[in-house]
Each structure stands twice: as structure tokens, then as C-alpha cells.
């Protein structure tokens, strides 16, 4: 199993381009995260999604789209990057979502910077 | 959303027994408390949850105060591979969403 994998690993973007971040797991779950973490800071939820086919806001969704067309796969799209979004972006996928016993299985993350 | 308390940082010696503490004073009774670690450039990683018993798994204890208002993530015998930052958070009816709230966690620094 290689559990949860996320592309690319880094990545370097001028101000207004657009990219997407891609997320795939192999462990049939169907909760899937994405997060981004800020230096000297915690983990916030961006965008998540309850099973293939839905997606739903986090706690900073603004200037990011997502799209989970196959239960194994959840994308990030940034349409047009703003140095704000310089961050580190980790996946991550639960069998359950929102229950006291789950568990969140994480990606290695992704390091985006913003020109 | 009840919160948790954790020391910014603790240091321990390579082979000696770790103690990292949690305050979680206002936690509600069917709030689950885990336990999950960042090591250096790397995602975190799930530790160790539970209720109200300690409980054990490869990784590590877990001991929770009778009254709940705080628990110790117990490493029994630190490595080197074990400096990372070590979050405490709070699952349950108390604190709805799917997001798990990090916070700041302790920075563990292990020293040979």
C-alpha cells in the first residue's frame, strides 16, 4: 500500500498562473482533506469532500476549487495563484469523516511558493 | 470548541522515557482525545487516541487523569526519530467538523 500520495512534491508558481495539486489514495476511504500548513502553524482544513462526487468548504476554501470525480483522487486547483497561498498543502483521507474514533491517514505534502 | 494546552517545547535524552502533557480542562464526555506527530518535512501522523482508560499501541501510552481534564503522551524510550512536533487534539460531539484542529503542539527535541 502506498497509502497517500500527493503531486507534485514542489512547485513554483508566478502571481495569476493556475495549477492543480493532486491527491490519490489507495486504501478504498471515503473521506478525503486537503490542508495547508503555514510556517510556525497548525493545520487548516481548505476544502473536503464525503464521498466521490462531493465537496464541501473548509475553514480557508477562498481562492481554491476541488473536485473528487473518482473516490481514489481528490484535486486542488489554484485558478490564479496569490503569494498569500506560499504554503505546504497535505492530503489526507479517513474511512470515516467527523467521528471521534477516525483517523486521518496523511500525504508527504506538497510546497508551493508564489512569486 | 474545547481546547487544549501544550508546553511550545520539551527536550528529552536518546533511550529515556518521554512525558508530553495536554491540558483539555473543559472537555466534554464524549469527547475522544488523540494524540498525532509532524516529524521534520514530513505529514503528520496518527499516535494514539482514547476515552477514558490509558491505552497502549506500538508507538506509545497513553494515560488520561481520572477526571479527563488532562492526559500524558508517554514515549518509552526516545529516539532520535521521535523529534517532531506532538499535537494533542479533541474529537467529538464538542467539536463538530471534519477538520482536525492542530494548534501549535509541543516540539520534542531529542538529543543523543
Known amino acids: 500500500n502506498a497509502g497517500v500520495t500527493q503531486t507534485p512534491k514542489f512547485r513554483v508558481l508566478k502571481t495569476g498562473q493556475s495549477m492543480t495539486l493532486l491527491c490519490a489514495q489507495d486504501?478504498?476511504?471515503?473521506?478525503m482533506y486537503w490542508y495547508r500548513q503555514d510556517p510556525g502553524m497548525g493545520l487548516r482544513l481548505i476544502h473536503y469532500s464525503v464521498g466521490e462526487g462531493t465537496t464541501a468548504k473548509g475553514e480557508v476554501p477562498d481562492g481554491y476549487n476541488v473536485s473528487r470525480l473518482k473516490k481514489q483522487n481528490f484535486l486542488l486547483g489554484l485558478e490564479s495563484a496569490a503569494p498569500s497561498q506560499t504554503s505546504v498543502y497535505f492530503c489526507?483521507?479517513?474511512?470515516?469523516?467527523?467521528?471521534?474514533?477516525?483517523?486521518?491517514?496523511f500525504g508527504p505534502g506538497t510546497r508551493l511558493t508564489v512569486l | 470548541d474545547a481546547k487544549t494546552t501544550q508546553p511550545n517545547s520539551m527536550e528529552s535524552n536518546e533511550e529515556e522515557p518521554v512525558h508530553l502533557p495536554c491540558n483539555h480542562s473543559t472537555i466534554s464526555g464524549t469527547d475522544y482525545i488523540h494524540w498525532y506527530r509532524q516529524l521534520p518535512s514530513q505529514g503528520p501522523e496518527y499516535v494514539i487516541h482514547?476515552?477514558?482508560s490509558n491505552v497502549n499501541n506500538r508507538m506509545a501510552s497513553l494515560a488520561i487523569a481520572e477526571d479527563r481534564k488532562s492526559s500524558t503522551l508517554i514515549l518509552h524510550r526516545a529516539t532520535l526519530r521521535d523529534a517532531a512536533v506532538y499535537y494533542c487534539i479533541l474529537r467529538g460531539n464538542s467539536n463538530s467538523g471534519y477538520a482536525l484542529n492542530f494548534g501549535k503542539g509541543t516540539s520534542l527535541l531529542v538529543t543523543p
Open positions: 486504501m478504498n476511504h471515503e473521506y
Open positions: 489526507a483521507s479517513s474511512y470515516s469523516g467527523g467521528l471521534v474514533g477516525d483517523t486521518q491517514y
Open positions: 482514547g476515552l477514558t
